[in-house]
């Protein structure tokens, strides 16, 4: 069944649960065939489904708008518009982004490792499937992609559950992707929609639908997330916020400072890579503060910063305690000056998330020492954090950026849809009593 329709599937509100349970062991079903496909033919899924988004584009559009203009008349924020806005491009680099999910390899059945014990037993850790991964998400629509092309590759089966702001867009895409499983002999229900707004149905999938969902990954904001890693009795794949720091250290190239803290800053606002906070080292504000301020307020960022910061420019305003806490996901960002390294590294550990955090230096003992010591799922040296992008590290696309420490850290993409087994080869060995 390609795509749950919502009319007949939820006649009224107390069908909820029964709908649920239906999604779930469907997913479950949908696993094993899943498991078992080759190669080859989870592939020629992928790329049906990139030609099916791609001639259902239009629709999509369509249904975009109609999204856009109700997230509008509701007064959402222009971060949250900007997620959710689809044009010709972006459509076109979501098929893409399936497409090249398709190109990876196969992360289903590697040797992970191999060795012989003593008693003459064989013994392999090989790479399998999860399950079912159960995604829920805001406003951005191309998550539905994403997520059901990375699940999809690994051999997993999916449950999207898309946020209220995103809905319409998100049915389109997810009615192509299980046309496009349905076309290259795959279970259809291996990708799955959620058809209701209704937030109880977050609640359910959290529960782990009895026992249909393996793993949980929430894509949205702090109070979705707060929820999911509260509530969920299912593994959860989750990062809290993307507070992020620029730290330009000395031995930094103003010129280079400039382009990536922009880059960093301002590419996209409301991206989880966004940087948030400007940390300049004492060793260089005398030539770097003041140009470095300049260039972002001329960008249209709003400039919060300490006594040092203020003192360049009369626009910035007065920073306070909860700033540095803050990820903004607007064009604003907190700035101040830290006096060495070892200061930099002790206020991301205080004020950040263990997201993604840059140092920007010539300095490479510095850089060492910055990319050892921050712990971050994602540290660069003289790159910009919004790089902190599971294409941009070749993954093809990602279902999130985890920043916990079980599993998988960093871009979640198909290595880590996976988990392991082991296979035990003998020629009759049993264990003394």
Known sequence: MPVLNLRSELADADDLPALMARIGHRARAATRGMALASAQTKDVALRTIAERIRASAAEILREN?????????????????????????????????VAQVGALPDPVGRQLAAFERPNGLMIERIAVPLGVVGVIFESRPNVTADAGALCLKAGNAAILRAGSDSHRTATVIARAMSEGLAQAGLPADAIQLV??????????????LDGCIDIIVPRGGRSLVERVQAEARVPVFAHLDGINHVYVAEGADLDMARTLLLNSKMRRTGVCGAAETLLVDKAVAETHLKPLVAAL??????????????????RVTAADEADWHTEYLDAIISARVIDGLDAAIEHIETYGSHHTDCIVTEDSDAATR?????????????????????GEFGFGAEIGIATGRMHARGPVGVEQLTTFKYRVHGNGQTRPV
């Open 65 to 97: 708008a109609r999204d856009v203009s109700a997230a509008k008349s509701a007064g959402q924020s222009n971060a949250i518009i900007d997620r959710l806005t689809l044009d010709e491009r972006r459509v076109a680099g979501i098929a893409e982004a």
């Open 195 to 208: 058809p209701t707004r209704d937030r109880a149905a977050v609640g359910l999938m959290l529960s782990g």
């Open 297 to 314: 307020l001329e960008s249209g960022c709003a400039v919060r910063g300490d006594e040092a910061v203020r003192a360049v420019d009369p």
């Open 370 to 390: 910055f990319l050892a010591e921050v712990d971050s799922a994602i540290v660069t040296h003289n790159a910009s954090t919004q790089f902190a992008d599971g």
